[in-house]
């Protein structure tokens, strides 16, 4: 009795000085509304922070993290004398009507409070907070629980056939059977307990699947591995609900507990606070890369041009593919989905010699911090099936599109997509969303539901140009091979690159001479002056993502200038407006450029890579404009010696063709660029 006596005295002063006694006076106002006049149960959320608890009482600290159904006792009890003493609620007649909820502010950064969802087995885990991070790969929708019923005795001359005597509230890991049915006795007589059914207190319950975030490997290009992950199921009530969403990362502090569902027992968690969590990606780069961003100081142009010369040359020689690769890398750095920042910039690539385009792509999406590469046999969105935990919703899945939130997606060559997945993925790649119908009769409700996700990744896909041709004409280009794709889904995506084929002799014999040494001597590298390896690229993707740029007045009025001018000349030819989706795609690309440079500001330099690889995707589109730029605008055909001095004077030149057409055809243009 001493020792109770003692830890609810710390308990009290913990409240004291943590404000937990100020909140609880605050929430009882609520429950004093005439309204409430017919609850029995008082539910109140008391945060704690084990470590200030540590502080105080070390007893109790270790009960709250080791015994925390002990340690919930000790604050309903506290509460309770708080109640009464300063009555607060008239109608809190008995200890067992106030619901004391322990929400844990986080855990001792030991190994002993961490569970590695990769790691097995998971039996032994005792019922106390645990501390896990993944990925939310399904939910359902919110459905109601028990959370408290009142019990009468049915012998009318005990004393317990009135009162509030027997009320039983919900537990980490007990099922609906275990706070209301049938069979229950009275501690005072032993006779059958009945319910009173209109003291029934409802709560709301959501289930969400948690799996290690390395899943996602298996799902990206890589190589097929072993090892498979498995999910663990995830219990939300009431306030907790709605704070997952599927393809987003969490820290979460939950209960491990066996749920009995006989003839069955799963293991499951009981979530007592959620966090959205950010895995540390390194912020730093090789120091390869300073010494050539250094070197190539003098042009804003030359960093990236060199970066994308030099990238992934176990695929292709140097001086191949050359605006593939620089789109691939402004894609990278610019795909994000945390919860600051939400960008994107799709790619369609269209080839006719596809397998090392693919290739290239594959490689690429390993750079991501998250890549998912989508195959036929799964969903590309969402998928439905029933919940297996006796919920009797739905149970909500995500597709590649979703687990690929905040990286990129890799569709994969769209001629081999149906008609109505091409138009899946148009309405996904125009509304950024995607909708999931709910049949209510199937899953249990009503009435049919329809619910909506954001999608926050990249899209790459593939389209061959020699397969089922769509050919359509361009001014400039001539015949232009699109491929299978269809025009309204080839415009939704906001870049498209034409990679044109090796047919110089050269070239073609650069190829097949680095294809043969890459058979005989594989993970070689072949040009010792430009040997970045992967990891390098994997480290500068990642700090250029992490930097934060912001538009230079010059970049702004360049870019603001082009779609001026373009919306003029586009209405007096094609009879159409331009769509603010255009004005986005100019500052993404230009925002990349200046990421990939490695720099916090955007300049007229990078506006005007930006203008160039939209005027070779409005090309490809059949849009034409009187902006002419030839396609290897970007990277001349020889990059030799003094090859980027020459592409520095080339861009220099088309900056001035650019200026010059904004000064004609945009309106109120002559105010901030000079005829000369």
């Known amino acids: 009795m001493a020792d109770m006596f003692s830890l609810k005295r710390s308990v009290l002063i913990y409240l004291d000085k943590s404000g937990g006694l100020q909140k609880l006076t605050e929430d009882c106002k609520s429950f004093n509304d005439p309204q409430q006049n017919a609850m029995v149960i008082f539910r109140f959320c008391v945060g704690v922070n084990p470590t200030d608890v540590i502080e105080v009482d070390p007893d109790l600290g270790d009960r709250i993290l080791h015994h925390p159904l002990n340690a919930t006792a000790l604050f309903q009890s506290v509460c309770f004398l708080a109640i009464k003493t300063l009555s607060l609620i008239e109608s809190v007649h008995t200890e067992c009507q106030v619901n004391v909820i322990l929400k844990l502010t986080h855990l001792p950064p030991f190994p002993d409070y961490k569970l590695d969802l990769a790691a097995f087995p998971r039996t032994h885990c005792c019922m106390r907070p645990m501390l896990m991070e993944g990925l939310a790969i ?50 005072a007589c032993s006779s059958p307990l009945k319910e009173d059914i209109q003291f029934r207190v409802l709560g709301d319950k959501q289930l969400v699947e948690l799996i290690h975030v390395d899943a996602l490997k298996v799902l990206s290009a890589h190589q097929q591995s072993p090892l498979r992950y498995q999910s663990v199921t995830l219990f939300l009530r009431d306030e907790l609900c709605n704070t997952m969403r599927i393809g987003q990362l969490y820290r979460v502090i939950g209960i491990p507990a066996h749920v009995h569902q006989w003839p069955n027992i799963t293991w499951s968690v009981e979530v007592n606070n959620v966090q959205p969590w950010e895995p540390q990606y390194p912020h730093d780069i090789n120091a390869k890369f300073k010494q050539l961003l250094k070197a190539t100081g003098g042009s804003h142009w030359r960093f990236a041009a060199v970066i994308a010369h030099c990238f992934d040359l176990n695929m292709t020689p140097p001086g191949l593919y050359h605006t593939l690769k620089l789109s691939l890398l402004l894609s990278l750095v610019q795909t994000r989905g945390d919860a600051k ?125 020699t397969q089922n041709s769509r050919r359509t004409y361009d001014a400039v280009l001539g015949a232009v091979e699109m491929g299978p794709v269809p025009p309204q889904l080839a415009a939704s995506f906001g870049l498209i690159v034409k990679c044109q084929d090796p047919a110089k002799e050269h070239a073609v014999l650069s190829l097949t001479v680095h294809t043969l040494q890459q058979a005989v001597q594989p993970g070689k590298y072949l040009y010792s002056s430009l040997d970045f390896s992967t990891q390098d690229y994997k480290e500068l993707v990642a700090y250029a993502q992490s930097l934060q740029v912001d538009l230079s007045p010059a970049a702004q009025k360049l870019i603001r200038g082009y779609f001026m001018a373009t919306c003029r000349v586009r209405s007096q030819i094609h009879s159409n407006k331009m769509s603010a989706a255009f004005l986005k795609l100019l500052i993404s690309l230009a925002e990349a450029h200046c990421k990939l440079s490695l720099r916090s500001e955007v300049l007229e330099e990078d506006a005007v890579i930006a203008v160039l690889l939209y005027e070779n995707s409005v090309t490809l589109k059949n849009e034409g404009s009187a902006l002419v730029i030839p396609p290897d605008a970007l990277f001349p055909p020889d990059l030799g010696e003094d090859g980027l001095l020459r592409r520095d004077r080339a861009l220099d030149e088309l900056h001035q063709n650019i200026l010059r057409f904004i000064y004609t055809y945009a309106l109120g243009a002559d105010e901030y660029i000079t005829e000369e």
């Open 341 to 465: 920042n939400t960008s994107h910039l799709n790619l369609l690539v269209t080839a006719g010699d596809t397998i090392i385009v693919e290739r290239l792509m594959k490689y690429s999406l390993n750079l991501s911090c998250r890549g998912v590469r989508h195959e036929a046999s799964r969903e590309m969105f969402a998928s439905l099936s029933h919940d297996e935990h006796g919920a009797g919703t739905a149970n909500i899945y995500a597709g590649s599109a979703l687990l690929a939130n905040g990286g990129i997606c890799m569709l994969g060559d769209l001629s081999s997509f149906r008609k109505d997945k091409l138009d899946a993925i148009e309405s996904v790649l125009d509304s950024r969303t995607v909708s999931v119908f709910i049949p209510g009769k199937k899953y249990g409700k009503d009435a049919d539901q329809h619910l909506t996700f954001p999608i926050s990744c990249s899209f790459w896909a593939l389209a061959d140009s």
């Open 138 to 187: 399904a939910v359902t929708r919110v459905t109601k629980y028990t959370r408290g019923a009142r019990f009468l005795c049915s012998n009318d001359d005990c004393h317990f056939s009135s009162g509030f005597h027997h009320i039983r509230v919900h537990a980490p890991g007990a099922t609906e059977s275990a706070t209301v049915r049938n069979d229950f006795s009275c501690m």
